[in-house]
């Protein structure tokens, strides 16, 4: 496989070094493609991983936070697998699965359901309080603030 480098962008550009490794770390890796998955906007601060999870009960899928990090695990139980089923055709993969996704900071998992054999899960950005813009009031030497003035 052909690795391409990044190097000449590391030297050209300030404040982009994570941008770039990330794509460096992108190319290296194998894409993951089982199971398919969505990730779509649903509002300003709203978003929605969906997973085509064919053949998993909800009791088989386990989805996890822990930090910046959600992860999507699926498995079959031992023996529930196939049973007495004799398959012309396999199409639906039904195989164990590990999904990871990194959350930017203050993304928090809402809530998961599963419907139509797809996973939905539910992502909302809260900023807390003090990381919310502010308006600053400013004041003249006076004592009054800039509002206050009529100007003439």
Do not use: C, W
């Not at 000449?8 to 070094?17: A, H, N």
């Not at 190319?27 to 906007?41: G, L, T």
């Not at 085509?52 to 695990?73: H, M, R, W, Y």
């Not at 359901?113 to 990381?131: A, T, V």
């Amino acid at each position: 496989m052909q690795r391409l480098d990044f190097t000449p962008f590391y030297r050209s550009t300030v404040g982009f070094d994570r941008l770039f490794s990330r794509l460096d770390n992108l190319v290296s890796e194998e894409a993951k493609s089982y199971p398919p998955y969505n990730i779509e906007r649903t509002g300003e601060d709203a978003y929605r991983v969906s997973v085509a999870v064919a053949g998993f009960a909800p009791g088989d899928i386990a989805v996890e936070t822990k930090e910046n990090s959600l992860l999507v695990k699926g498995a079959r139980p031992e023996g529930a697998s196939s049973g007495n089923r004799e398959f012309l055709h396999r199409g639906i993969a039904e195989r164990a699965f590990e999904l990871r996704f990194q959350l930017a900071e203050h993304v928090e998992v809402s809530g998961a359901s599963l419907e139509n054999g797809l996973l939905h899960i539910e992502l909302k950005r809260e900023l807390p309080e003090s990381k919310r813009p502010r308006q600053i009031d400013i004041k003249s030497s006076n004592g009054k603030t800039i509002e206050d003035q009529t100007v003439n």
